[in-house]
Structure formats: C-alpha cells, structure tokens
C-alpha cells in the first residue's frame, strides 16, 4: 500500500499538489495501481491530447451515443435552447442542498424535456445512484 504522501503527489509532474488525485476508486482500491496517480492538470493535458489523436474514435463514441439516446439528446438541445432564449431561467442555488454551485440540469423523464430539476454535481450523482437502486 502507498503512503499518503506518494498518493498525493502526481507521478507525472512529480509534484505533490497536496490534493486527492482524479481517480478516488484507484486510491481507495487495495491494489493501488500508481498509472492512474495523476494531478488534476496533468490528467486534464492527458485527457485533450488523448481526445487530439484520437479525433475519430472519439467522434465515433460520441456519435454512437447519440444515435443510441435521441430522446435525451433532444431534451438537452430543447433546454439549451430555451436557456439561450432567456425562456426559462437556471436558478443560482442546487435544488436539494439550497448551496451556490454550478449547476447540472436533471430529466427524471426524457419525455417531458422541459421539467428539469437544477442539481449540484454532487446531488446529481446522488439523484442517478437513487434512480438506480429503485
């Protein structure tokens, strides 16, 4: 098992950020697999060069999962819109917490695209486990 101090510390710029690493699960795993213990920037410049080599494949994946999903994707296109057209309004405050934060907008159902509940990423993260267990 890894030291605190190793886990914190990027194995790509070799600095310790004094910060948690990008991959919780690989930390809290048994088998600490140091590939994964990267900073947050240094996984991000990975991430852009990845999605820069990888144009198509990337494109393919994205694409496939549109075609797979058209009704979500046209709820999200349907709120952007009325978003841009200043027809409904995103509230400053998460709808379960009440704090300020940027904000991800939630479909219980796709069908009706336009009722969408304002969530933290936290609460939206919480809102799918919940949505799953049921």
């Not at 140091?34 to 994205?62: D, F, P, T």
């Not at 509940?117 to 799953?132: R, T, V």
Request: with cysteine.
């Amino acid at each position: 098992m890894l030291s605190k101090k190793e886990l914190l510390t990027c194995r790509k710029c070799k600095v310790n950020k004094g910060e948690m690493i990008t991959n919780k699960c690989a930390i809290a795993s048994k088998f600490v697999s140091r590939l994964y213990l990267h900073c947050n920037e240094c996984n991000s410049r990975r991430r852009r060069k990845y999605q820069k080599e990888n144009r198509n494949g990337v494109r393919n994946i994205v694409n496939k999962y549109i075609t797979n999903n058209k009704e979500k994707k046209r709820a999200w296109n349907m709120v952007a819109r009325e978003l841009k057209s200043e027809k409904i309004v995103k509230p400053e405050k998460c709808h379960e917490c009440n704090e300020i934060k940027l904000l991800h907008g939630h479909h219980k159902d796709y069908s009706k695209p336009l009722d969408v509940k304002w969530l933290c990423a936290k609460c939206h993260k919480h809102e799918h486990k919940h949505m799953k267990g049921q």
